[in-house]
């Protein structure tokens, strides 16, 4: 498969993708959001900074010590819109709500507005388009803790999503630990979007002293789905929001848990004949992974990170994400 990729106004990406099965599309990939929906123009809102000067000029489309305004995101999305406006698909790949760490001021259901809201915006831009959605670490409340069984927000999600999960399998698998697959119409190719927040290191409920080896099955589901889809002759996209491996800007810095990581890695080695692409995010800025043989002699595997919309500045060194 051939790929070139082609950055607009530093944070969209459109794919253009030539494969096996000789047809041609495009698609958008958007991420990282983070909606601050206390942005007020001239005062700023709960994600932002102070320097030394104190607040700096907040202006209608946001700054670089903020995160986005909701003007930002309207911005981006009629940017995609006038660049190319009828993308065969459309991947999001999460972190909505803004870095704002007042569980008590962003609770569940203020996070779960935020996903509504900016749902409505892809619907409005794009309304006959498919997306598919994978969740992000910021996605829940606590922060990060998004839990390997059922739970209300899942639900809410599922049923809110259901014109773009579209299967009754795909919905019921969502709604019970927020990952599904879904066939991309027209195509040999299965969407494969998957919950990695389970394997984020802050996820208290599924590392650390709570760690499992196989967080809400998604693992052993991961296999069965790849092994099916080779035993068919299919090839698959894998997407998901926090990826594997370590952060450039710090070099102390994994993202997933150790074993995790090693089970990850395992997976994508072992089915690299068939996994077409991974798109991740995460890190607010551009940047790949490459997944080596298990003997290390060659690369078998990809990962894109895209870029967020978000203007926040932040790295490992600053604060955690």
């Not at 704002?100 to 388009?129: G, Q, S, W």
């Not at 494969?192 to 996820?203: D, E, G, H, P």
Request: charged residues 20%.
């Amino acid at each position: 498969m051939n790929i070139s990729l082609r950055i607009y106004s530093s944070f969209l990406v459109i794919v253009y993708l030539s494969s096996f099965i000789n047809c041609q599309g495009y698609f958008w990939h958007v991420t990282d959001m983070h909606l601050d929906h206390t942005y007020i123009k001239g005062l700023g809102g709960g994600s932002c900074s102070k320097n030394e000067s104190g607040h700096p000029r907040f202006g209608p489309y946001g700054n670089f010590l903020c995160d986005s305004p909701m003007k930002l995101i309207e911005s981006a999305f009629e940017a995609m819109k006038k660049e190319y406006p009828n993308p065969d698909f459309i991947i999001w790949t999460g972190d909505d709500t803004p870095h704002i760490y007042n569980d008590t001021f962003l609770n569940i259901e203020v996070v779960k507005e935020i996903i509504f809201n900016l749902t409505d915006v892809i619907e409005r831009y794009f309304p006959d388009v498919q997306c598919y959605s994978a969740l992000g670490n910021h996605d829940w409340s606590p922060k990060s803790q998004l839990p390997p069984y059922s739970a209300p927000l899942y639900t809410e999600l599922g049923q809110r999503w259901n014109m773009w999960l579209k299967t009754q399998d795909s919905v019921d698998t969502f709604k019970e630990a927020g990952f599904y697959k879904l066939k991309v119409p027209n195509s040999n190719f299965t969407m494969i979007v998957l919950n990695t927040n389970f394997y984020y290191q802050s996820n208290k409920l599924t590392t650390g002293s709570n760690w499992q080896p196989d967080p809400a099955g998604q693992f052993s589901w991961l296999d069965r789905t790849l092994q099916d889809i080779r035993e068919k002759g299919k090839k698959a996209v894998l997407l998901g929001h926090v990826p594997p491996g370590q952060f450039e800007k710090h070099r102390e810095k994994n993202w997933f848990d150790e074993i995790h990581n090693k089970i990850f890695v395992r997976l994508l080695q072992k089915y690299s004949n068939i996994i077409s692409a991974v798109h991740m995010a995460h890190h607010h800025t551009d940047s790949f992974r490459i997944i080596l043989s298990a003997d290390k002699a060659e690369v078998v595997s990809s990962i894109l990170l895209n870029s967020a919309i978000t203007p926040w500045e932040t790295t490992v060194r600053y604060l955690v994400l």
